[in-house]
């Protein structure tokens, strides 16, 4: 079974409380991969590394074409991997493979 993790402040790291939950595939309902179970000091958490980065990181002296650069790269690599996000997300929900590559893609 495939574990995933939060990525908070560029590291993956496992929930504070420790809870978890598994994602059953709907075609063989059988378990498949375990989930953190957010709380609310995991988003704390969150959003204090996004006000971070926001706020005093590199972005926040970054021109907006350059940030604009940043995002297309972003949206490059989402289409790069497009494929195996729309694996994960069939084996989540159930869905056609080509209707979710098809949406993965755009």
Sequence with gaps: MKTYQLYID???VDPVEGSWFESVDPYHGEAWARIPRASRADV???VAAAKRA???G???TM???ARGK???QIGDLVERESKA???VEVRDNGKLFAEM???TRY
Excluded: C, I, N
């Design 44 to 46: 704390d958490q969150a």
């Design 101 to 103: 590559y098809g949406q």
């Design 63 to 65: 021109t907006a074409s």
């Design 70 to 72: 940043v995002l297309r």
């Design 85 to 87: 996000l729309a694996e």
């Design 58 to 60: 590199p972005w926040a």
């Design 54 to 56: 926001m706020w005093e």
């Design 10 to 12: 560029g590291e993956h």
